[in-house]
């Protein structure tokens, strides 16, 4: 806020502390006076002790103010200080004790942050005087290094404080050294005492963002199940979900405050997913999860929390609006992205949580805007962006901190948080000392604000996405102490945004070039959300090829919403890791889909089919898909009668299918092929098989002296035939002629024979006797075999079938 708003008006005191001030002036009145008369006091003992300035053992002893209860008391409290005091020097520090000390009432938001910036000065502060001796707690002696608690407690009504107000309030120990022996003031710490013990008559109307967000867990992958068992990272989750851990801590304190919880889908979806099976990596494998309980006590005691209360839910993952608007939206599908992260809040929040969140807030990183995170912000359908004061800064020189609404054109609200109570718990709180001086400054803040203008204002804290425990537990007692104070009271982030605005606030959106430079240094580079794009393709292609593209759709949809997250910022190589790794995962999926590389093959003859085998390694059906054969060579081999075919095909689970193509031959030679799938628009799938396919005996002398073997063979088989009938009719025709000779010599001894035969005459008629070309074939002939096999050694390439 500008400067000018740091200016605050005063309340009526209530008359009866009015009384007693002025009875306590009129009593001390004659001890001034006598004092007056008193020689001037050295400088060391001015305003009642030594100058800071001249003691050369100041700020050797560390003064902790662990604890101040009430944080803000009222009328007939008893303020409770307790903490530590620790001797740094070299010196033992005698005669010493701890002293409590008030300030003045601080008139601005500024001064508060002057005062806490110099908490432990004790050289360019002034120090206000101690409340009296009988608040104390004595020492003899502090040694070097040793640590010594101290407690006191003080009526309230004897601090004497005077208007509502703030009032600076410290804490100091001062001793004697052996090189310094007289009492100086050795250490002091500052806080702060808001004092408003009467209900306010105008009260801030203050709404308190309380987040839910973590980083990214879960991985792409899933088991090969059914159920598709999810993996993820680390068990961190597992950490920060149990007793103990940052958002079991978170929930925890929140459920007994009046916040308005901001949340994260994805984390709502990742503990969701650790309620049943799931599976953690563990190096190069993945072991079983065991944290099912943690996470169902989880989940039970949000939806507890969250039963009446308003509910913000951010896009899956938390996008970074910022790094979209800087570096994405040039690059195609990256506001898609935040889209696809908007539509599946209510298929998330809504079921696990049981309420119905608002989706009309976003939130940039650290509520840094400029006019193109505004357009991005509200491109998925928010039409409200939460920033911070000190992005969208007061120019109008307002001398009060305006309401949290503010018009900035198009139908869009921002809705400005103070960027003062929303860093109040930045930084390492695990100190009990650090814890509670944050909370001291958030409530005089708080009470700053309110005492500026009697005009009532709607203001907005929003905190760091992610507070550490200690943060939230210091968070929580700031807030539980507003919320029992008497000048806030709750209201709700949708209210603060229909409220009325402030005339006179700021409305202009800065410029890209005054976004920070220290955010920007974080930002997601457009190689990522190039990287995300190309994820996104392959993811498009290999989605239209199943039968249930839900099961990749889900997990990978979320991946990608994952890598846009705003977790990553200060995380450059994770970020990067996990990006290439969904990739890698994805393309081995997709690998899981492809074609069984084929050798050469050998085509012997005019045409021929050759097959081509599609395998598919994934638990679900792909199909359909087109399998194109090419020939790179069509004058010498062409397929189906052109240059290249395509057929559909469509392969079960963990099975193959192969696809037979038609090919004839135009020339002897080698021809090379192409297979490659494609989807049903066309796009390609997976990588090609080439090979190729040997052409041999196609042309027409080849084909005449085949047909010329064939025909000598077949006349070299009947020409063994003939000759064999001959020769057994020759041989039967003997037999007959041998048994009439037998029968003559018998019949006729001495007798001649009637027809003697020359033996000329004999070979004549066995010559006539043998079977001649042409003559008709017997069913007693021996069947010629004249079956012809290629005789060609066979090549080491496959065969095709004919």
């Not at 929390?305 to 599908?333: C, K, M, Q, W």
Request: charged share 25%.
């Amino acid at each position: 806020m500008a400067e000018a708003a740091d200016f605050q008006g005063t309340s009526p005191s209530p008359a009866r502390r009015w009384l007693r001030r002025t009875t306590a002036l009129v009593a001390g009145a004659p001890l001034l006076a006598g004092l007056v008369q008193l020689p001037a006091a050295s400088p060391a003992l001015a305003d009642g002790q030594p100058s800071a300035k001249a003691d050369g053992d100041a700020g050797s002893v560390a003064v902790a103010v662990d604890s101040l209860t009430p944080s803000a008391p009222t009328d007939g409290d008893t303020v409770t200080v307790s903490g530590t005091v620790t001797n740094n020097g070299k010196q033992t520090v005698t005669d010493a004790h701890v002293g409590l000390r008030l300030g003045p009432e601080i008139n601005t938001r500024s001064s508060v942050d002057a005062i806490a910036k110099d908490a432990d000065d004790l050289q360019g502060r002034s120090i206000p005087p101690e409340i009296d001796d009988k608040y104390t707690e004595k020492f003899s002696k502090l040694t070097p290094g040793v640590a010594e608690h101290f407690n006191i407690s003080v009526p309230v009504d004897d601090l004497e404080l005077g208007d509502d107000g703030v009032y600076e309030f410290a804490v100091s120990l001062s001793g004697e050294t052996s090189a310094q022996p007289w009492e100086q003031i050795l250490g002091i710490q500052r806080t702060f005492l808001p004092w408003q013990p009467d209900e306010a008559g105008t009260k801030t109307k203050t709404t308190a963002l309380w987040p839910l967000v973590s980083t990214t867990h879960m991985a792409a992958e899933t088991g090969p199940n059914e159920e598709q068992t999810p993996v993820f990272l680390n068990d961190d989750l597992a950490e920060e979900i149990s007793p103990g851990g940052r958002l079991n801590q978170m929930v925890t304190l929140g459920k007994d405050l009046d916040v308005i919880w901001v949340v994260d889908p994805d984390l709502l979806a990742s503990v969701d997913a650790m309620t049943g099976n799931y599976s953690v990596r563990d190096g190069d494998k993945t072991v079983a999860g065991t944290h099912q309980d943690v996470a169902k006590q989880w989940l039970a005691d949000l939806q507890d929390a969250v039963a009446d209360a308003e509910v913000i839910s951010l896009p899956f993952a938390d996008p970074d609006l910022a790094s979209l608007a800087h570096n994405g939206t040039d690059v195609t599908g990256s506001l898609s992205q935040l889209k696809s992260a908007t539509d599946v809040i209510h298929n998330t929040v809504d079921p696990i949580l049981h309420v119905k969140p608002s989706t009309d807030f976003a939130w940039p990183v650290d509520g840094a805007v400029d006019r193109s995170i505004v357009k991005v912000a509200t491109s998925a359908g928010a039409d409200k962006v939460i920033a911070r004061s000190d992005s969208l800064q007061e120019t109008s020189g307002l001398p009060y901190t305006p309401s949290a609404a503010r018009p900035v054109g198009g139908g869009t609200t921002a809705v400005v948080a103070d960027s003062r109570l929303s860093r109040a718990f930045e930084g390492d709180l695990t100190d009990a000392s650090a814890s509670t001086l944050a909370v001291q400054r958030f409530l005089a803040q708080s009470l700053s604000l309110n005492l500026q203008t009697g005009k009532q204002r709607s203001i907005v804290i929003a905190p760091q996405r992610m507070p550490s425990g200690s943060q939230a537990r210091a968070m929580a007692e700031a807030l539980r102490a507003l919320q029992d104070g008497t000048w806030s009271e709750s209201q709700k982030l949708s209210a603060a945004a229909a409220a009325k605005p402030d005339p006179d606030a700021t409305t202009k959106v800065p410029s890209a070039s005054a976004y920070p430079a220290s955010l920007r240094r974080q930002e997601l580079p457009r190689s990522a959300f190039l990287q995300i794009a190309r994820t996104q393709d392959a993811l498009d292609n290999f989605k239209v090829v199943l039968s249930d593209p839900s099961r990749v759709a889900t997990p990978f949809g979320r991946a990608l919403n994952r890598e846009m997250s705003a977790s990553w910022r200060g995380r450059a190589d994770e970020a990067k890791s996990f990006r290439t790794r969904v990739k890698t995962y994805l393309d081995g999926l997709t690998g899981r889909v492809r074609l069984i590389d084929k050798s050469e093959t050998k085509l012997s003859g005019r045409s021929a089919t050759i097959p081509v085998t599609v395998q598919n390694n994934l638990v679900q059906d792909v199909g359909p898909l087109v399998l194109r054969l090419t020939s790179t060579n069509p004058t010498r081999l062409e397929i189906d009668g052109a240059d290249y075919e395509e057929q559909p095909i469509s392969v079960s689970g963990g099975h193959s299918q192969s696809v037979k193509f038609t090919t004839s031959a135009n020339a002897n030679g080698r021809a090379t092929v192409v297979a490659q799938l494609y989807t049903m628009d066309g796009r390609a799938y997976g990588d090609p098989v080439t090979f190729d396919v040997k052409v041999t005996e196609i042309t027409a002398t080849v084909m005449l002296v085949i047909g010329g073997g064939v025909l000598l063979l077949v006349l070299a088989g009947f020409r063994m035939y003939t000759q064999r009938k001959r020769a057994a009719a020759r041989d039967a025709e003997k037999g007959e002629a041998d048994d009439a000779e037998d029968a003559e010599d018998t019949g006729d001894a001495g007798d001649g024979p009637e027809n003697p035969e020359g033996p000329g005459e004999r070979l004549s008629e066995e010559s006539d006797a043998r079977p001649r070309a042409g003559d008709p074939e017997q069913p007693s002939d021996p069947a010629p075999d004249t079956a012809a096999e290629n005789a060609d050694p066979s090549g080491t390439g496959e065969r095709v079938d004919r």
